[in-house]
Structure formats: structure tokens, C-alpha cells
């Protein structure tokens, strides 16, 4: 069974603060890696991982993607309350279909 | 990107009702998914709209309890029939797009918030 596990579950830090959210897969075909932010009720798309090592980057966000140990990570630099949200790992394993993690609650605090 | 709408945006029903979820995009796509989210869970993928054919349901999911339309390359309706309170959800509508590089994305429509009582 395919399956998406993020860690932590949740999070709370200090604006300012830096943030490591985890993501690991066990997937029969991969195809690439998603990250979104969820803030009501729409996940906004941030990221897509298709190869090993090469980080992308938006702003204070970046991620990476090791699909030798399978996993990625997101990174939020200099944390700012809006940045307050679930953020969501994915794996696409074919077309449109998306296995997603369970999410890990993010709270800045001023 | 693809800009998605999704009607009602939030609906409460009474249990036994139906409810019928309606999605537009902006660009004519090949394929629309349905996405359910229930309270404090992640996305799980409820079928796949697919256009001038019958929608293809994931496992636990059947087109009796969630009948899915799809008349053209733009629109899409999820039914959620006979409802009952654990078909309190958010439900997403889905589509995947092909960046000028190539890369597939994923976007989610806005979302409809549906409360069975």
C-alpha cells in the first residue's frame, strides 16, 4: 500500500524562527513530489520534486528531494505568522492521483 | 495556472438529502479529479472525472454514493447522495497542468464545505 508520512505532526515556533517539515514515502511508482499550504480550505501549490539534490526554491521556502532514502523536506526561513498553516506532502504515482501525507500543523507566534 | 470555481462553497444538509458539488475551469483539461477531505484528515482521492466516459471511483468509493458528471472539457459535478453526517467533508476538485517546461503541476479548486446534520 502506498503510503506518505510527514513529520511532525505539528509545530510551533517564534516568528523569526527557522522550520524543517519532513516527508517520507513508500510508493510502487513514483513520479514526482508535491508540497502545498493549507490555510482554509484549498491547498495552494508550492512545490514539485522530480529529481534527486536539486533544491527549489520560492522566497524564505526551499525543498529538496532524496528519492535514494525517500524523502523531502521543506524548509521556511525567518517564520512570519502568515506563514501559520498546514503544509501537505504528496506523491504523484500516476496521472492526477495524488497519495497525500497527513499534514503538519504549523503555528508561528509573534 | 489553471483557475478553478467550485458552487456552493459551503453547504449544510440534512441527513438522507443529496448535494450536488459543481467545478469550472478556466481551460479545457483532459482530466478532473475528486478530492475529499474529512475534519483533521488529509486528502483521499474519490475518483477520477473523466470526459465522454464513466468517472473511474477509487477503492471505497462507488458511483451510487457519489455520481460524477462530465459533459465537457471544462466542467464537472460531484453528487454526494444520501447523505449522512459522516459525509461531513470538504470537497476539492482537482486538475493537473503542464508547465511551459513540461513539468506537471496539480491545483485544487476552492473547496466546498459540506455539514450533514
Known amino acids: 500500500e502506498d503510503k506518505v508520512v510527514q513529520s511532525p505532526l505539528s509545530l510551533v515556533v517564534h516568528e523569526g524562527d527557522t522550520v524543517t517539515l519532513n516527508c517520507s514515502y513508500e510508493?510502487?511508482?513514483?513520479?514526482?513530489l508535491l508540497w502545498y499550504k493549507q490555510e482554509k480550505k484549498a491547498p495552494t501549490f508550492l512545490f514539485m520534486l522530480?529529481?534527486?539534490?536539486i533544491e527549489k526554491k520560492s522566497g524564505r521556502l526551499s525543498s529538496i528531494l532524496d528519492k535514494k532514502e525517500l524523502f523531502s523536506i521543506l524548509n521556511i526561513t525567518a517564520t512570519q505568522t502568515g506563514d501559520s498553516a498546514v503544509y501537505l506532502c504528496?506523491?504523484?504515482?500516476?496521472?492526477?492521483?495524488?497519495?497525500f501525507g497527513q499534514g503538519t500543523i504549523l503555528t508561528v507566534h509573534p | 495556472s489553471a483557475v478553478i470555481s467550485q458552487k456552493p462553497s459551503r453547504d449544510i444538509c440534512q441527513r438522507g438529502t443529496s448535494l450536488t458539488i459543481q467545478c469550472q475551469v478556466d481551460?479545457?483539461?483532459?482530466?478532473m479529479f475528486w478530492y475529499r477531505q474529512q475534519p483533521g484528515q488529509s486528502l483521499t482521492l474519490i475518483a477520477t472525472?473523466?470526459?465522454?466516459?464513466?468517472?473511474?471511483?477509487e477503492s471505497g468509493f462507488v458511483i451510487d454514493k457519489f455520481p460524477i458528471s462530465r459533459p465537457n472539457l471544462t466542467f464537472s459535478t460531484l453528487t454526494v447522495s444520501n447523505m449522512s453526517p459522516e459525509d461531513s467533508s470538504i470537497y476539492l476538485c482537482?486538475?493537473?497542468?503542464?508547465?511551459?517546461?513540461?513539468?506537471?503541476?496539480?491545483?485544487f479548486g476552492p473547496g466546498t464545505r459540506l455539514t450533514v446534520t
Open positions: 510508493v510502487t511508482n513514483f513520479r514526482s
Open positions: 504528496a506523491v504523484r504515482i500516476s496521472y492526477g492521483k495524488l497519495t
Open positions: 472525472a473523466n470526459q465522454g466516459s464513466e468517472a473511474t471511483y
Open positions: 481551460s479545457q483539461v483532459t482530466m
Open positions: 522530480t529529481s534527486s539534490g
Open positions: 482537482s486538475v493537473e497542468g503542464v508547465t511551459s517546461g513540461g513539468a506537471y503541476e496539480q491545483y
